[in-house]
């Protein structure tokens, strides 16, 4: 047989001190930063579109190829999507791309963290 149960409780609000919330906000800004600077994005290799992984361990690797070939070097380099001839210019590309999508992500963090250095009260 079914058994009802009645809970009954309540809240106060408490004072948060401003300082706890900004660390609070710091952290998911961070986060938030974090996942689009990783965030893996398509490159059109010969016609194809492949995914390029925009982890820090593979964009030290696309890096790393980029340094090791020789200029007009090819080799079959592993995407989501298969096998495909890459270039050292097509190394030199994806790192500008990934230069580019980690700085501007790290640009946003930066003004959203001045933004919090002049907080005084919290809103939701």
Known sequence: FPVTIHVTGYYEKAPVDIEAIKGILRAKISDNRYMVETKDFDYTLGGETVTVDASRQNRN????????????????????????????????????????????????????????????????
């Open 61 to 124: 690797n696309y890096f790393i190829k980029s340094l090791e070939l020789n200029d007009g070097e090819s080799i079959s380099w592993k995407y989501r999507q298969g096998w495909f001839t890459t270039s050292k210019t097509d190394f030199l590309n994806i790192n500008q791309l990934l230069k580019n999508q980690i700085q501007s992500s790290f640009d946003w963090e930066s003004q959203i963290h001045q933004q919090t250095l002049i907080m005084r009260t919290y809103r939701k």
